[in-house]
């Protein structure tokens, strides 16, 4: 006998309510009963990073979070973080270093991106390094998505020192 438990939370700005089995992942449930499908399944243990998304502002791995869990929470997927133009720059920089090229980890990767880069500031390589160490990439190699993150976070501080700056004006 299956018993499903309702949930009610957040996704991508929208109120969701669910009855979902108390085994089921959380990707398991983006990607089929809400059919959000840019985060993607891979190892199914939490190692390579493909699953990741945003609960309460912090990344997870869907793959190793329960959906029943996230009731009450708030989950943003790469989705919703692309759609409302959060990650615009970062997505632009990915393209334009060419730190993509099957597209399987890249929702992970920006999802762990994201989360670094809100901290503000640059992050050393190392740090960039660091925070990507729970990534798998089989396609690239990690240095151009290095340089795509590290160009992003010195764009948004040169953003942000500039509009201080005018704010002196």
């Known amino acids: 006998m299956n018993k499903q438990v309702p949930i009610s939370l957040t996704v991508n700005d929208e109120q969701v309510t669910l009855l979902v089995e108390p085994r089921l992942s959380l ?91 809100r901290k503000g500031g640059v992050p050393s390589r190392e740090d960039i390094r660091d925070a990507l160490s729970g990534n798998y990439c089989r396609c690239t190699g990690y240095e151009a998505i290095v340089d795509a993150i590290e160009t992003t976070a010195r764009q948004r501080a040169a953003l942000v020192q500039a509009m201080a700056g005018a704010d002196y004006e």
Do not use: W
Request: aromatic share 2%; charged share 10%.
């Open 27 to 117: 990707i398991d449930m983006l990607r089929h009963h809400l059919h959000l499908t840019g985060s993607h399944v891979g190892c199914e243990m939490g190692a390579c990073g493909a699953c990741l998304v945003l609960l309460d502002g912090k990344v997870v791995h869907g793959c190793l979070t329960l959906a029943v869990q996230t009731s009450g929470c708030t989950v943003q997927t790469i989705e919703g973080l692309s759609g409302s133009g959060d990650i615009a720059d970062l997505q632009a920089a990915f393209h334009q270093r060419n730190a993509l090229q099957c597209g399987y980890c890249t929702p992970g990767m920006l999802m762990t991106a994201q989360e670094l880069l």
